[in-house]
């Protein structure tokens, strides 16, 4: 079962808005990733951001990490066409060292 | 090599029939990954290996197994497929278990008719 969940499950917007995923987990965490996947392509890691981190930065994408609520969000500024692609969260619990993926969100950026 | 490689890119076969995933990886990571991708579903993990020699089950084991004979080699068997396997495969590794990031290969689109 997923322990992490994203929302929404699809978001379609225009060129240059931003673009704010979420997800949601159940359990403790020690970490958080987010991935890209591009169709018919494997994943692509995109930030990891460790339980006792609030926010972290990489280039157009900036991700919050919010314990007390068991969720994070993604946030990509100024979006282009070519970040069209589906977004992943993958959890990492204490004691599993399993990571548990999301079942996505997929991201559409118009031109 | 660079990164991860999967073999074949994709395959039909006929249920019943027997088949191994191939996934190789070149960065000496210990710990490694099969998930599968349903439409809808995510990704699920059917099994992994933190280190050669040993694996565990995830969430979608039965019908699958893996072996862990080296550091960059881990395949996956279908030993009697089933059209319920029809899937797109990921191999990934990471280099410890848990607290990096994941490195995906490029997947493995499998048909079972």
């Known amino acids: 079962s997923q322990q992490g969940e994203e929302d929404p499950q699809a978001l379609s917007i225009q060129e240059g808005e931003n673009a704010t995923m979420n997800c949601s987990y159940k359990t403790s965490i020690n970490n958080l990733q987010w991935y890209r996947q591009n169709s018919g392509r494997g994943l692509v890691h995109l930030i990891l951001?460790?339980?006792?981190?609030r926010e972290k930065h990489s280039g157009r994408l900036r991700v919050t990490l919010d314990t007390s609520k068991k969720s994070s969000s993604l946030l990509i500024t100024a979006s282009r066409a070519a970040d069209t692609a589906s977004y992943f969260c993958?959890?990492?619990?204490?004691?599993?060292?399993?990571?548990?993926f999301g079942r996505g969100t997929s991201l559409i950026v118009h031109p | 090599i660079a990164g991860i490689t999967q073999a074949p890119t994709s395959q039909i076969l006929a249920a019943g029939r027997r088949m191994t995933l191939r996934c190789t990886q070149d960065?000496?990571?210990?710990?490694m990954y099969w998930y599968r991708q349903d439409l809808g579903l995510g990704l699920r993990l059917i099994h992994y290996?933190?280190?050669?020699?040993?694996?565990g089950k995830g969430e979608v084991p039965d019908g699958y197994s893996v072996s862990r004979a080296n550091t960059d080699d881990f395949p996956l068997t279908l030993a009697s497929a089933v059209p319920s396997q029809t899937s797109v495969y990921f191999c990934a590794a990471e280099p410890e278990a848990g607290y990096n990031e994941q490195f995906f290969g490029p997947g493995t689109r499998l048909t079972v008719l």
């Open positions: 993958a959890t990492v619990s204490g004691g599993s060292y399993i990571p548990t």
């Open positions: 951001i460790r339980s006792n981190e």
């Open positions: 960065m000496r990571h210990n710990a």
């Open positions: 290996s933190n280190t050669a020699g040993t694996t």
